[in-house]
């Protein structure tokens, strides 16, 4: 079976994976857990094959985490698998990681393979649940931060900045043939999918939109106190990734929630910005507003 091979693909990222803010002690954790993440997911949206065969080389994940966890003889370095379980194994066991958030991925990435549709808000923050929310749990086991509350803080930004991606490559994904936003919000708005494939920005749009993305901010604006809890140049790190997910949110309104012909995002001058508002919010903390949308 062969894997993705992840040093050949680029992917723009509007949130940055091990920067140089985090200690240099967690850079290495982090990449691995990263690369596995990454891998999964370009075996289900990436290249030509049919769903069979992205679920069975989804499957051979599974095995390898399973393998992994049981404390396995390690697999040979000529198998494809080693380049991403290799590392990966050294770093749940060094770090004494949980199994649970990498199983959580693989079937949100499974689920990438055969659902293409969501009902309504409780069907797509599940899949959030599974597809974003792990990655924060475990940085905050890599932290030893695995608070209640923390888990429940970085649930809000984890899916807040799922969401983000979401709203900002609707058209992106309507290429791949997946439509994110829930049916029975599009149904309310007036809004079908015939009009996300001309690309038709209007009122009933824009109101859909407006929606979603206050859903979005929201759960962000929830999540940013754990930036507080969180000491350092971690706290640093997340309050900057927040603020990125919630300055893509602002520059959408000004384009008038069209997506089709602008997508939102972050260059020079927004980092330069959300610098100033990271070092701000480290001196003058000001209060976020509960969200009221889960």
Request: a neutral charge; one cysteine or more; aromatic letters at 8%.
């Amino acid at each position: 079976m062969s894997t993705p091979d992840v040093k050949q693909r680029e992917h723009y990222e509007n949130f940055p994976v091990a920067s140089l803010l985090l200690p240099r002690r967690l850079r290495a954790p982090v990449s691995h857990i990263y690369h596995f993440a990454r891998s999964a997911d370009d075996i289900a949206d990436e290249g030509d094959d049919a769903p069979a065969a992205r679920l069975e080389k989804l499957g051979a994940y599974r095995r390898a985490l399973l393998a992994m966890h049981e404390g396995q003889p390690g697999m040979p370095a000529h198998d494809p698998l080693h380049e991403v379980f290799g590392p990966l194994a050294h770093t749940v066991h060094a770090w004494r990681l949980p199994l649970q958030p990498f199983l959580d991925l693989l079937s949100a990435f499974e689920q990438d393979v055969t659902t293409h549709r969501y009902a309504d808000d409780g069907a797509l923050l599940d899949y959030c649940s599974r597809s974003a929310n792990p990655v924060g749990r475990l940085m905050l086991h890599l932290y030893d931060a695995c608070t209640p509350e923390n888990l429940r803080r970085s649930d809000a930004v984890c899916t807040g900045l799922q969401l983000v991606n979401f709203w900002q490559d609707v058209a992106i994904d309507w290429r791949k043939a997946r439509v994110y936003l829930p049916q029975d919000k599009l149904a309310r708005h007036g809004v079908d999918e015939s009009q996300i494939a001309a690309g038709r920005c209007d009122a009933a749009w824009q109101s859909l939109m407006r929606e979603q993305c206050a859903q979005a901010s929201g759960l962000l604006q929830q999540g940013m106190p754990l930036a507080r809890r969180l000491p350092g140049r971690i706290g640093l790190e997340l309050r900057m990734v927040v603020l990125g997910g919630l300055r893509i949110l602002e520059r959408l309104e000004p384009l008038h929630y069209d997506v089709f012909q602008n997508r939102p995002t972050l260059r020079k001058r927004d980092w330069l910005l959300l610098s100033w508002r990271t070092l701000r919010d480290v001196a003058y903390p000001y209060p976020y507003p509960a969200s009221t949308t889960q």
